[in-house]
T-cell receptor, first 116, second 112 residues
Framework: DTGVSQDPRHKITKRGQNVTFRCDPI?????LYWYRQTLGQGPEFLTY????????KSRLLSDRFSAERPKGSFSTLEIQRTEQGDSAMYLC??????????????FGPGTRLTVL | DAKTTQPPSMDCAEGRAANLPCNHS???????VYWYRQIHSQGPQYIIH???NNETNEMASLIITEDRKSSTLILPHATLRDTAVYYC?????????????FGQGTRLTINP
């Protein structure tokens, strides 16, 4: 299967610790997105990359959050000094830009973060 | 992006067609209608999208009204595995408008 993969699938951490998540997009997809989903809500956009450039960031992405995509392939999302409010599912999606009618985003399975 | 309105929940009997409505009365000419679904604890799964013509693929059919103010996702023969939250999203096809704005979706329950 060559879908979007995310690692780890689950992460439990203590408040104040740093965590890092990884996303591997579908091969050849040049756009990569991060979303966050809290219990009972739909996913909310955090940020997106085209190749290695980070082109948009949501207000939800506080200073404690940083995302990178250094070689335009996989991406990492780091949360520093985690808080209990960071507990959520972190979703990654990828797409291929340049399609005639806009690009369709395909999602990974997500990383569920629990901050104790 | 335009807002969408969906019923919070629906039930359907296994083997029957599930028809999920979505209102998007403020949709503009270059905006597409996308449908995703999310099975419990998994990432959203792309189903189908369309602009103004009806669309069909191996998963579902999408019927868009002539005025494009509403649409219906049809799962022709629902199975228990179709139980999920279904999201209707309106999104611009223009370059530069990339994020998906999810609402609350419709929680579809397929009953045996």
């Amino acid at each position: 299967d060559t879908g979007v993969s995310q690692d780890p699938r689950h992460k439990i951490t203590k408040r104040g610790q740093n965590v890092t998540f990884r996303c591997d997009p579908i091969s050849e997809h040049n756009r990569l997105y991060w979303y966050r989903q809290t219990l009972g809500q739909g996913p909310e956009f955090l940020t997106y990359f085209q190749n290695e450039a980070q082109l948009e960031k949501s207000r939800l992405l506080s200073d404690r959050f940083s995302a990178e995509r250094p070689k335009g392939s996989f991406s990492t999302l780091e949360i520093q000094r985690t808080e209990q409010g960071d507990s959520a599912m972190y979703l990654c999606a990828s797409s291929l830009a340049g399609m005639q009618h806009g690009d369709t985003q395909y999602f990974g399975p997500g990383t569920r973060l629990t901050v104790l | 992006d335009a807002k969408t309105t969906q019923p919070p929940s629906m039930d359907c009997a296994e083997g029957r067609a599930a028809n999920l409505p979505c209102n998007h009365s403020t949709i503009s000419g270059n905006e597409y209608v996308y449908w995703y679904r999310q099975i419990h604890s998994q990432g959203p799964q792309y189903i189908i999208h369309g602009l103004k013509n009806n669309e069909t693929n191996e998963m579902a059919s999408l019927i868009i009204t002539e005025d494009r103010k509403s649409s219906t996702l049809i799962l022709p023969h629902a199975t228990l595995r179709d139980t999920a939250v279904y999201y209707c999203i309106v999104r611009s096809g223009a370059e530069g408008a990339q994020k998906l704005v999810f609402g609350q979706g419709t929680r579809l329950t397929i009953n045996p």
